[in-house]
T-cell receptor, first 114, second 114 residues
Framework: DAKTTQPNSMESNEEEPVHLPCNHS???????IHWYRQLPSQGPEYVIH???SNVNNRMASLAIAEDRKSSTLILHRATLRDAAVYYC???????????????FGQGTTLQVKP | NAGVTQTPKFRILKIGQSMTLQCTQD?????MYWYRQDPGMGLKLIYY???????DKGEVPNGYNVSRSTTEDFPLRLELAAPSQTSVYFC?????????????FGSGTQLSVL
């Protein structure tokens, strides 16, 4: 399974933009890049995903490098409720043609300061 | 829709006891997953299922068993509880195997084995 690398932690000030980086140099051509976040004492929740083009939704934006070896999750105006662990995950087909093995790394812990 | 529902929320077991963690989803999803999360760590995949009657091992299956007799339910069985199984367990589901499909997570079961 292709792996991702994220910084262990980041800090941001409230109402400022946050850029969370992710490296995935071994990504394959069919792997989608997914982002999830986990608020304290809760299960992970979906944030955004993309393949090649940049993506926007109500929660965030995803910027994908042209070579797809890295991506950046952008929170446009961080709030205290955005303090969470953010996971960057690649989802693709394994050698058996299955996609069930969604592998989480340790993620980036985002601290938002008032 | 309730989404993914896990029971119980908390449980304390003695070494050697057995129990079943329940997971049910009402979204008619084919794929279901069990993850465990140790303190300060990311999620590790225990087992997953691509449909009723079909299950497969994830990263850390030892000490666990699963079954999938219906689309809605995916229980996780611990036969001989050990302290190493102290963790938070998350169940998740997704509609299909498509690599652009997002996962929906339950709120977790916190298990302590003493």
């Amino acid at each position: 399974d292709a792996k991702t690398t994220q910084p262990n932690s980041m800090e941001s000030n409230e109402e400022e933009p946050v850029h969370l980086p992710c490296n995935h140099s071994t990504i394959s051509g069919t792997d989608y890049i997914h982002w999830y976040r986990q608020l304290p004492s809760q299960g992970p929740e979906y944030v955004i995903h993309g393949l090649t083009s940049n993506v926007n939704n109500r929660m965030a934006s995803l910027a994908i490098a042209e070579d797809r070896k890295s991506s950046t999750l952008i929170l446009h105006r961080a709030t205290l409720r955005d303090a969470a662990v953010y996971y960057c995950i690649l989802r693709g087909f394994d050698g058996s043609g299955n996609t069930g093995k969604l592998i989480f790394g340790q993620g980036t812990t985002l601290q938002v300061k008032p | 829709n309730a989404g993914v529902t896990q029971t119980p929320k908390f449980r304390i077991l003695k070494i050697g006891q057995s129990m079943t963690l329940q997971c049910t989803q009402d979204m008619n999803h084919n794929y279901m997953y069990w993850y465990r999360q140790d303190p300060g760590m990311g999620l590790k995949l225990i087992y997953y299922s691509v449909g009723a009657g079909i299950t497969d091992k994830g990263e850390v299956p030892n000490g666990y068993n699963v079954s999938r007799s219906t689309t809605e339910d995916f229980p996780l069985r611990l036969e001989l509880a050990a302290p190493s199984q102290t963790s938070v367990y998350f169940c998740a589901s997704s509609y299909s195997y498509a690599t652009n499909e997002k996962l929906f997570f339950g709120s977790g079961t916190q298990l302590s084995v003493l």
